[in-house]
């Protein structure tokens, strides 16, 4: 099996993205409800423009999109950029348990049985 990038949003800026807890957090906040930058910021410990500049990674990694309302912006989450990173993450997992799968089937061969079985010919 092929694990197939998904087209349009660049993988990579989801996950790089999403690398940062403050980023993962501002995504949870703004997938509950729209919330202006303002409410954002007073909830982290560190200056208006560091959450802007998160919120400015979250909008290139089409995570989160913003819209004017007078003189404040506001911030929505993206569900559909979520979804294809777990696309994504869903085709790792399935190598995965078909690799294990395949592991589970050389250990249930003959050969794989413990030698005391070998002996007795039985099979298990």
Do not use: C, N
Not at 8 to 25: E, K, P, Q
Not at 102 to 113: F, Q
Request: glycine letters at 4%; zero cysteines.
């Amino acid at each position: 099996m092929v694990v197939h990038a998904e087209s349009g949003v660049d993988i990579d800026r989801v996950f790089r993205a999403l690398a940062d807890s403050t980023r993962r957090d501002i995504v949870a906040r703004v997938l509950e409800r729209e919330q202006s930058v303002s409410e954002l910021a007073a909830r982290y410990e560190m200056s208006f423009a560091a959450v802007q500049k998160h919120v400015a990674v979250l909008e290139r990694a089409e995570l989160v999109r913003k819209r004017r309302s007078g003189r404040e912006q506001l911030v929505r989450g993206e569900v559909a950029s979520l979804r294809r990173a777990s696309r994504l993450l869903e085709e790792y997992e399935r190598l995965w348990r078909d690799r294990v799968d395949r592991i589970a089937d050389v250990l249930a061969e003959d050969g794989a049985r413990p030698p005391e079985d070998r002996e007795k010919g039985h099979a298990r």
